[in-house]
Structure formats: structure tokens, C-alpha cells
């Protein structure tokens, strides 16, 4: 059963189209990231799908309802925004049981129902605090728990993990994915961070100038992207020129690949950097000299200058090539890693 | 944010000419008038330095104080209905194009430009019987004949309001134009319409600052005494009137002296107490 379809939704602001065309299906229960740069109609598309914007064109199906003229306040969709717009003057019990109060909810059931949520984002024992005596990270869950306060047949969240430092947000992410698949929750996050997005969702999808340029699993992103956009935008690549040679072989900057055919007579070969190996100049495919080497510890970056392309390799410690910047050295790129994208 | 504290006596140095301002045409006036309220009342003359208590004593009747009442009451209600109205009005106001904003704004500066008599004159026209807006009813067929609608204690209280009303916009419009408008928008995801999120969540976030701005139309429409003589019987005189009443009509300048001092020790007392309120329930 899809949990949600957004079908040929459009926003115009002005002249603008800040969405463009935008088809999505989402199976009922999974997680869902919209990712992209700033300015690409992620927010707006999710704001739609709150009811806090109304699409221009397109219809909005959730569990095969047509809601795309629902008021927010009747769609039933829990919502974390960025700001987390926790009401200052409640406490964190009251801000929880806002939404059960707005719905005529017995005190009694009230109070049952916030100690439950407090205890489902691990806060137990808070409900009395204001929300200003909090930390960034507990004023997110308070914000999670209040959205899902009403049992929400969708959860949206609109970056909602930008506000915490590095270590915290990597935390929550994991633990916003454990808490989705305990509920079955059918979710969306608005996400610029391209790690959040590979942690936690089962359907990337990429999203560049209002519209759609890839949505597939985590690691088909990652290993398949579909186009130039999509493998910069996730992960570091390198993006090779490659052309067509004269006996059927393919021509890149400093030297051949074999085993690849290229669809046109020039297109662009994304290779991630930890397929890219380091071997020995005569008997490599590729050869150029070492620019830089950057050491960090955990990994170390080689980057070669090949017939004026960059090219990164990764390489890992146990191995500590000893390059030297302006040594020469030979790139393979193994057939299977290159993805062949359109010029 | 704390600034670094003033070390030495030149730090104090930029707070001179406000304190100075402050007490050449603050502090030392209502020191002038708090002695004169003692001084002792000339018939026929003007008055002589004292040290009495008559201006007080004469005060203490159950007369002056229907009027003191009676202005608190005015100035209460006048505060009521100026921020009812400001407020959604402002909160509308702050979420317009940036353009509509200026140009409401300017309209907005532009009656508090006008002087009270002019508002009274105003207000007075359009509730007389000849060119009032009971004519306008009477066309409609609303009402059988105009009618006159002053002067009244409602037609005092709608000039006050209106008198009051861009002065209290202008002080909403800061706050409610800060106000996080993801606010409202959480509200709405979780199941408020619009105007219950406006009445559970912007009216309670920003309750401290509808206090202030009541407290102070309440002392706006508290010093007023020209709109009451203008739309108001002389039942809906304010202690302010009757000051200006003794201190140029009566040259009784010791006892309209005793009368202000009281009036802004009163004042100062509830104005006190509502923010005492204000801060036990914040502290809650």
C-alpha cells in the first residue's frame, strides 16, 4: 500500500516554479529523505504536503485520500520544523499535550499520554520543565514527541537536526531512524546533509532547481547516480572526461579504460574515490603525478594530476603509500565502480 | 548578554545629559508640584508657601473619589479595547508585504499626528444627529431617524480607543513582528485552525508584552482631559478635568497639585501591581 503520492505537483511563486513537476510514491511505512542545496524546493514540496503551502498544480494522495485541499490543522500529519517552534510559554508536558488538548482529550488521558511520549524520546520525568531549561538536543526530541503526539498517519520533518553539533546530530540520526521503524511510520525529513539522508532512509530522493533527479535507495544513489548532479552532490566523486577513441577504447585524461562503452562520442565518468587504486606506472592504465597528499588519519587522500584532471584516491592507512607530491604513479579504475553519465 | 560593568566614574559619562534632561524637566517640576500641594490656597490671591494638608483632606470626599474610580475605570476599559483591537491587527499587519506594512504604518503615524482636539471634533461630528452615522443607518434602513450619539460615556470611550490605537499598534508591532511564525504554523499541524493557534499559542507567547502595552494606554488614556469635556457628559468627567478644572479655571493650583500627586501615586501603585502579577505568572 503507497502511504503517500505526490502527483505532478507544482508551486509557482510569481514566474518561479520553486517545484517543478514533482511525481513520488512512498510505500507505507518507510522513510523518505528529500535532499538537496539550499534554494531547491525541498521545504516548499514538504510544506505542501503539511498543507502549509498549496501546491499551484497536482494532487496530494495519502493512503489513496485526496488531501491536497485539507487545511493543515485537519490533515493529521505530524510536523518538526526547523526552528522546532516550541510555544514558549507551555511547559514541556503542556507543549506535548498540546495537540490532544486542541482535540478535546480527557486530562486524565492527557497526562497518560505525555508520560508515554516522554518515555518513547527518553525524557522521562520532564513534563514539568519549561522548555527554555532545555538543551538543543532535548528540545528536539520534545519537538518529536509533541508531533507525534496524535498518532500521525504521516511524519514530516523539515531539517530537523541542523541546530546540533556534529556528534549529537550523527546520534540523533540514528536514533530518529530506530524510533520510525519501531512506530512503522510512514516519514519524510527535508535534509541538506547528504550522511543524514544515507543514515537514515530507505528512499533518497535528490532534488535539484524544483525538481526530481534521482530517487532510489541509499546505495543506489550512491553507487548508480543518474546523472552529474546527483554524483557530486552525494559523497565526494571524481567526474572524468572521457571520449570515445578511434579502436573502440575509451579515452580518458593521462590514458584508456577498457571494458566501459560510452553512449555518446563524450560523456562524463563518475568514479568515488575509494574504487580508484594506486598501482605501479608501467602497468597502469592511467598515469599522473602526485599534486598533494592529504593524511587524515583515518584515511588518506591522494590527489593526482592526470593531463590536467584531478583525480582522488582514497587510500587506507595499513597500506601508507609512500608518495611523494610529483612522483609519478598509475590510476585503475575498475570497470564495475565507473558509471557512465550523459556529457 | 552582559555588557562589561562601569569601572570608573567617567564610564557614567554618556548617562549625563539624559539625567540631566530628566531632572530639569522631570524630576524637578513634580517636585515643584508635590510642594505646592502642601501650600496653602489664597482666596482671591494665588498661594502662599505651607505646609497643610487641606488640598488633601479636601480631597478625601466621597465626590472625588467617584471621579478617581470612575477615571480608572475609563482608562481600563480604554486599555481593553484599544489592545483587542490592536492586537489581531498589528498580528495581521505583520505578516503583509513589506509594502503594505509602510504604507499601514504611515496611515497609522499620520492620526497619531493629529491633536486630541481635533479627534474630538471629529468624533463629535460623526456622532451628532445631523451629520452623524446614524444617518448612514437611517438610509440603510436600520434605523427609523438619526440620532445623536454624543456626548456619551460610549462615544468618549470609541475616542479614547481610537485616540489610543496607533500608539498601541506601534508598540505591538516590534514583538509581533519578531514572533517566530513557525509558531502559528506548528499550532496548525497539530489540529489548531487558524484562529484557535492564534488564541492558544500567539496570545499566551506574547502575554507579557500585552500587558505592558495595556499599562501604558491605561496611563495614556488616564491623562486624558480634553476628550471627556468633548464627547463625554459631565458624569464622565476624569480626575484629569477637574485638575485642569481647578489648577486654570479655579487658580486653585495647590489643590489640582495634591489631585495630580495623587492621581500618579495611584497610577504608579496599579501599574506596580499588574507587573508584579505579570511576574508571579511568568514565574509559574
Known sequence: ?343 | MTAARPQRLRDYAPLVFPALMLTVFFVVPFGIMVAISFFRRVQGAFYEPDFVFDNYARFLSAFFGQVLGFSLVLAALVALVAVTIAFPFTFLLARLSRRWQVVWLVALLSIVSLSEVIVGFAWSTLFSRTAGVTNILVALGLMSEPMSLSPSFGALLTGLSYHAFPYTVLVLYPALARLDPTLMEAARTLGASPPRAFVTVVVPALRNTILATMIMVFVFALGSYLLPQLLGRPSNWTLSVLITDQAIYQSNLPFAAAMAVFLVLVSLALVGLSLLVGRKEAAQ
Open chain 1, 1 to 343: 500500500m503507497t502511504g503517500l503520492v505526490l502527483d505532478n505537483i507544482t508551486k509557482r511563486f510569481g514566474s518561479v516554479a520553486a517545484v517543478d513537476r514533482v511525481n513520488l510514491s512512498v510505500p507505507d511505512g518507510s522513510f523518505v529523505c528529500l535532499l538537496g542545496p539550499s534554494g531547491c524546493g525541498k521545504t516548499t514540496l514538504l510544506r505542501m504536503i503539511a498543507g502549509l503551502e498549496e501546491p499551484s498544480e497536482g494532487r496530494i494522495l495519502v493512503g489513496g485520500a485526496d488531501v491536497t485541499r485539507a487545511p493543515a490543522h485537519q490533515r493529521d500529519f505530524g510536523m518538526v520544523f526547523q526552528s522546532l517552534a516550541l510555544f514558549p510559554h507551555l511547559s514541556v508536558g503542556e507543549n506535548i499535550a498540546y495537540p490532544l488538548r486542541i482535540r478535546g482529550v480527557a486530562k486524565a488521558e492527557q497526562a497518560r499520554r505525555v508520560e508515554e511520549l516522554l518515555a518513547l524520546v527518553r525524557l522521562p520525568g520532564f513534563g514539568e520543565r519549561p522548555v527554555s531549561k532545555l538543551s538543543g538536543g532535548q528540545r528536539q526530541r520534545v519537538a518529536i514527541a509533541r508531533a507525534l503526539a496524535l498518532q500521525p498517519r504521516l511524519f514530516l520533518l523539515d531539517e530537523p537536526l541542523s541546530a546540533l553539533d556534529a556528534k549529537l546530530r550523527e546520534a540523533m540520526q540514528v536514533e530518529l531512524r530506530q524510533l520510525q521503524q519501531r512506530l512503522g511510520i510512514t516519514t519524510v525529513v527535508v535534509t541538506h546533509d547528504q550522511r543524514e539522508a544515507m543514515t537514515m532512509a530507505d528512499l533518497v530522493v535528490v532534488m535539484n532547481e524544483g525538481r526530481i533527479r534521482q530517487s532510489a535507495p541509499p546505495v543506489d544513489i550512491y553507487r548508480r547516480p543518474a546523472d552529474t548532479f546527483v554524483a557530486d552532490f552525494i559523497g565526494i566523486t571524481n567526474l572524468i572526461r572521457a571520449r570515445r577513441g578511434a579502436d573502440g577504447t575509451v579515452r580518458v585524461p593521462g590514458g584508456t579504460l577498457a571494458g566501459i562503452a560510452l553512449p555518446a562520442e563524450e560523456a562524463t565518468i563518475s568514479v568515488r574515490p575509494e574504487d580508484v587504486r594506486l598501482v605501479p606506472p608501467h602497468e597502469a592504465a592511467i598515469t599522473g603525478r602526485v599534486d598533494f597528499v592529504r593524511d587524515l588519519g583515518a584515511s588518506i587522500e591522494i590527489y593526482v594530476e592526470a593531463d590536467g584532471q584531478r583525480i582522488v584516491a582514497v587510500a587506507s592507512p595499513r597500506e601508507r603509500p609512500d608518495l611523494q607530491p610529483g612522483a609519478p604513479v598509475g590510476l585503475a579504475l575498475p570497470a564495475d565502480a565507473c558509471v557512465v553519465l550523459g556529457a
